[in-house]
Each structure stands twice: as C-alpha cells, then as structure tokens.
Nanobody, 125 residues
Framework: QVQLVESGGGLAQPGKSLRLSCAASGTIFSFYVMGWYRRTGGPQRDMVATISIGRDLPDSIKYADAVKGRFIISRDAAKNTLTLEMNNLEPEDTAVYYC???????????????WGQGTQVTVSS
C-alpha cells in the first residue's frame, strides 16, 4: 500500500555531510509519521529523526539525542519526498539507514507500518 525508496547513502569522511532522500508513493492517508531509522547490527532499528504530519496541522519533528544539532529532517510535500541532511558526520553514524512511515488513524484491518530497503552510510577516514 505504501512504497518507500531511499537514496543518497555512501562513504563520507568524519566532519563531512551526506544527504539522504526517501521517495514515497501509495496511499498515505492524512495523518502519519515519517522518519529515518538506522541499524548497526541485529534486528532493531533505532530512531534517528521523525516528522509527524497531520492535516492542517504544523509538522512536529523529533531527533535522537545522538544526532540532535547535526542532522536535519525535512519533507517536500509536492515531491512526496523525505530528506535527512547529515552534517558533521561521526564514525558512530555508520549504519544502514531506513525510511519509515507509520500511518495513523487508519481503518481497522489496514497495515500502518512500512519500511524502505535501506541505504548504507559509512563514515571513515
């Protein structure tokens, strides 16, 4: 019902920047949370940044403590894209980054959680 495709990952040196993009398509509905998560090992994906979107409401943004002040999440509603600007990268930022959407207030029986395929980010000198 929702498709997410990430791009922009790669290799960067510490202190440099990368920009990740996520293209969304499908039936989103009016209320949802989109965000970036990362996985360094095991099945868990840790929240990096999220943006909550509601009809006729201001967007609400949250960041993980580890990236606050360095990363910026934004969306382009016209292009149906989500962007993560990653600044002052650290080796600890190395991970597979995933785009995620959680649809809110969905009808009963509808799936609400969707993930992209992930994009590798490696920070190394």
């Amino acid at each position: 019902q929702v498709q997410l495709v990430e791009s922009g990952g790669g290799l960067a040196q510490p202190g440099k920047s990368l920009r990740l993009s996520c293209a969304a398509s499908g039936t989103i509905f009016s209320f949802y949370v989109m965000g970036w998560y990362r996985r360094t090992g095991g099945p868990q994906r840790d929240m990096v940044a999220t943006i909550s979107i509601g009809r006729d409401l201001p967007d609400s943004i949250k960041y993980a403590d580890a990236v606050k002040g360095r990363f910026i999440i934004s969306r382009d509603a016209a292009k149906n894209t989500l962007t993560l600007e990653m600044n002052n990268l650290e080796p600890e930022d190395t991970a597979v980054y995933y785009c995620n959407i959680k649809r809110l207030r969905v009808p009963p029986g509808y799936k609400s959680d969707f993930w992209g395929q992930g994009t590798q980010v490696t920070v190394s000198s």
